[in-house]
């Protein structure tokens, strides 16, 4: 019975929303990338320390995907404390990407991720969209999988204490 009492509680810590399994996408130590941009060049995400940083990851066939864009780019247009980067996680040909921008018209950098080599620490997402948001030391602090909004993402911020 006590190994059975024992078992209980270590599956109700590791799965508690307390527990760190209740959200895999939170990193101990801040996150280094460097992901080339479509328009060319490239981001490293360190150069964005001190501001809130939203990684979305999407792709163009992604319907839910496409619905947040207008609300991530009046975020990242309004918000001086915050930068948007979609990562755009599809495997296509250039001129799809092309027709998404000129659809979209997004404002935001849109990053290129390997499909067959996803970059660490979070990997492939297991849903599209998926959302991760960076706090201003570049530690991953939420995740958000499925689509998001930006009342969602501003209420995690602000009320989350500056480091």
């Avoid at 490239?42 to 619905?67: M, S």
């Amino acid at each position: 019975m006590r190994v059975f009492t024992l078992c209980l509680v270590f599956l109700a810590c590791v799965w508690s929303p307390a527990g760190r399994a209740s959200d895999p996408y939170k990193t101990d130590a801040p996150v280094a990338l460097v992901l080339p941009r479509l328009d060319g060049g490239e981001i490293a995400i360190e150069g964005l320390r001190g501001q809130w940083v939203v990684l979305n990851y999407w792709a163009t066939w992604c319907a839910p995907c496409r619905e947040e864009i207008p609300e991530l780019m009046t975020l990242h247009g309004q918000r001086e404390d915050i930068t948007v980067l979609g990562l755009a996680y599809e495997e296509v040909e250039e001129g799809v990407f092309d027709d998404f921008l000129r659809e979209f018209q997004p404002n935001y950098p849109i990053l290129l991720v390997d499909v067959f080599s996803p970059p660490e620490p979070f990997g492939a997402p297991k849903v599209l969209p998926t959302t991760v948001l960076l706090d201003p030391r570049g530690h991953a602090v939420k995740g958000f999988v499925g689509p998001v909004t930006r009342a969602q993402l501003e209420a995690f911020i602000d009320r989350v204490p500056s480091p």
